[in-house]
């Protein structure tokens, strides 16, 4: 049995500070909290009327708290859409925390700030390069603005069925041939780190964009937390890049659906982002979720130089353990040399060599030790650690992972164990129409057997990790079907999530 050392930290549980801090560090949340100490006659949104309405079964499960501070755009909170006063300066206080000339808090999580950055720097028949594993919202924002997609395959490893990022000279003989055809691109749109935290050489594709002229955009969903430790790969911003949008709340503390979208320099047009968010955002913004961005900011700057040593020194910990256990594999920048740069705080184990699926090594953990992973894939399970994660739960990690090696080694095991790898999705893609062409055309339904061929008319994609494997627009392949088949039964967007029929566009 391997063991952890044991600390004062083993059964710590982080009890957060009920005192308020100074309204100069955080602004909003000290607005939010006078607001809701005033004993106002109130008769304006919402409905529970600051709490004294509030469904009991909801307030016996969270408190009467977050109704009294469920309030909506009053004079002394502003507005989201005309910030000025507590949600202005602390956007700006964000900015200056994350390296931007310009942040903008977000309600609609990373999704709306994915599709105002896309819809403020391509119009309708413009070009927009991007990796071909990329989330679901970058489709959407080219249907929304009728952008056309160039897509870059990233590189793939079949063993551990996870594709990586996108090289420079990937982006460089994108933008080429589109010059050589005389097509106009708008901008080039990368995610990094992807959802297993492997990260593209942003410095060297932001020097390549800028070359051009052609502004940058990075997904970075799950890096909110890159460059505030000296062992972390640099943010995007860091790196060069024009806007990047961040889950706030994913490895930073905010509220879940909170994230910030980031500018830097004077390539893209602020009005216009101004005007997208304006289009995509809710008019009846939640404060509470803006005052928890305004909360983590706060939380982050008051600590940049220490705030994810305990983090970082659990996760290296973890990961020389794992390696230790008997048929797991750890992923390391050495399955993709091209990428040599692996978020620290992301750990995916791997199980082939015990002939489990990540999904049967997910089940087994959960069973054992509830433990519950980030993400589950056909290969392997990806965990996230963060400023919450304590020792107690990595013990119980490591204890499961013991487990499901003891088990799985036994000589039943191991005459059943089959080797297999998972076939690359992104191999043929072939474009029939582009998404927002697919996404207005008529369509019908028909059997999966009659659909080979045809152009797709619906977005089917697993999730998590939210990355398409048939985007509307796209024929539909063999290969794309088979491996549906594989990981069927965590589909969304299918009008049919058995995977019987599927909807096609008619041409």
């Not at 900015?95 to 999580?109: M, P, R």
């Not at 056309?148 to 990022?165: F, N």
């Not at 780190?193 to 492997?198: Q, S």
Request: aromatic content about 6%; overall charge negative; proline content about 7%.
């Amino acid at each position: 049995m391997i063991e952890m050392p044991k600390s004062s930290t083993e059964n710590e549980i982080l009890v957060p500070n009920s005192q308020i801090v100074p309204d100069s560090l955080a602004p909003l949340v000290c607005a939010l909290e006078a607001s809701a100490k005033q004993d106002a006659a109130s008769f304006h949104f919402p409905g529970h009327n600051r709490g004294r309405a509030a469904p009991s079964s909801l307030v016996q499960l969270i408190g009467l708290r977050p109704f009294i501070h469920d309030l909506p755009e009053l004079p002394e909170l502003g507005n989201l859409f005309s910030p000025e006063g507590p949600i202005l300066e602390a956007q700006k206080q964000a900015a200056n925390v994350f390296g931007a000339s310009d942040t903008w808090f977000l309600v609609g999580g990373t999704t709306c700030g994915i599709q105002a950055a896309i819809m403020a720097t391509c119009s309708p028949g413009e070009y927009l390069i991007l990796p071909r594993n990329s989330h679901i919202s970058a489709i959407s924002a080219m249907v929304l603005s009728g952008a056309i997609p160039k897509y870059m395959i990233p590189e793939y490893d079949c063993d551990w069925d996870i594709a990586a990022g996108v090289t420079p000279s990937q982006v460089e003989k994108a933008i080429e041939e589109l010059k050589k055809d005389g097509q106009k691109v708008s901008a080039v749109f990368v995610t990094s780190p992807t959802y297993h935290g492997i990260c593209s050489n942003l410095s060297e594709i932001s020097r390549l964009c800028h070359h051009h002229g052609i502004p940058l955009i990075v997904d970075e969903a799950h890096g909110a937390h890159l460059g505030f430790h000296p062992h972390m790969p640099s943010s995007a911003l860091q790196q060069g890049a024009d806007l990047a949008v961040q889950s706030t709340h994913k490895v930073l503390c905010s509220l879940t659906q909170s994230s910030m979208l980031h500018m830097s320099g004077d390539i893209v047009d602020r009005e216009r982002i101004c005007r997208c968010l304006q289009t995509l955002q809710s008019t009846s913004p939640s404060y509470l979720l803006l005052a928890s961005l305004d909360a983590a900011r706060v939380q982050l700057s008051e600590n940049q130089e220490t705030i994810f040593n305990k983090a970082m020194d659990l996760a290296v910990e973890t990961k020389n353990l794992v390696k230790c256990i008997p048929g797991i594999s750890v992923l390391e920048s050495s399955s993709f040399p091209n990428f040599p740069v692996i978020d620290p705080l992301r750990l995916t184990f791997g199980f082939r060599q015990l002939g489990l699926s990540g999904y049967e090594a997910d089940e087994m953990l959960y069973e054992d030790q509830m433990v519950v992973c980030e993400l589950v894939g056909t290969q392997s399970i990806t965990l996230a650690i963060n400023l919450g994660t304590c020792r107690k739960h990595i013990l119980r990690l490591v204890s499961g992972l013991q487990h499901v090696s003891e088990t799985s080694l036994s000589v039943e095991k191991v005459e059943k164990r089959v080797e297999h790898s998972v076939l690359e999705p992104f191999a043929d893609i072939n474009i029939g129409l582009n998404p927002r062409e697919a996404f207005f055309a008529r369509k019908r339904k028909v059997s999966i057997g009659e659909s080979l061929g045809k152009i797709c008319g619906e977005l089917i994609c697993p999730y998590p990790p939210g990355i398409p494997v048939i985007i509307p627009g796209e024929i539909i392949t063999e290969r794309a079907l088979d491996y549906l088949q594989l990981v069927k039964g965590n589909i969304s967007g299918a009008s049919d999530p058995l995977l019987s029929s599927i909807i096609i566009c008619d041409n």
